[in-house]
């Protein structure tokens, strides 16, 4: 699947040979989190590769590339029981989305949420939630989500988000 979000972002499905460039920028967004302080949203050690390769070969991880460049990553699912006890088929859930800070300012976590948001509609979706760490709150807030809720596993605590369609 592809699909053209603004002139020149596209938007494709990952395969398992992109893995090394979404732990790359994965791996680049959690270091930057972590120098701002932002350490509850990822950890070093959280992206496993069996897991993404699982997510990918689902069909749930996406590449955005500017120019033929990859510069971000995002994980859109179905369902997302960890986090969210709903109604089944209600929501799309956004996951690891992350651009690389080369490319920040230039709206691509707009876009991708743009994007989500028009995945989730195709599939009669209500909502469009994810849940991230208090620190970027404002950030998913700014793009329309409200705040529905928290979670805590563990020492983390993450902020649940949902924007309706």
């Known amino acids: 699947m592809s699909a053209k979000t603004a002139e020149t972002l596209e938007i494709v499905q990952a395969t398992r040979a992109d893995l ?8 680049e967004a959690q270091e930057w989190l972590s120098l701002k302080g932002m350490t509850q949203q990822w950890q070093s050690g959280d992206f496993q590769e069996a897991r993404l390769n699982r997510s990918i070969d689902a069909g749930e991880v996406y590449l955005a590339k500017l120019g033929g460049e990859v510069v971000a990553t995002a994980t859109i699912t179905w369902q997302n029981s960890l986090m969210w006890a709903d ?9 690891r989305m992350a651009v690389r800070r ?3 300012g230039k709206k691509i976590g707009q876009k991708l ?4 948001e028009a995945q989730a509609r195709a599939k009669g979706r209500k909502f469009v939630r994810l849940d991230c760490a208090p620190s970027l709150s404002d950030y998913y807030a700014k793009m329309g989500f409200t705040r529905v809720g928290h979670r805590t596993i563990g020492e983390r ?9």
Do not use: R
């Not at 979404?22 to 791996?27: D, E, F, G, N, Q």
């Open 87 to 95: 109604v089944k088929g209600e929501a799309a859930y956004l996951n």
């Open 113 to 116: 949420v743009d994007w989500a």
């Open 157 to 165: 605590m993450a902020i649940l988000f949902e924007k309706s369609l």
């Open 102 to 104: 080369a490319h920040a």
């Open 20 to 27: 090394p460039v979404i732990l790359s920028i994965l791996s």
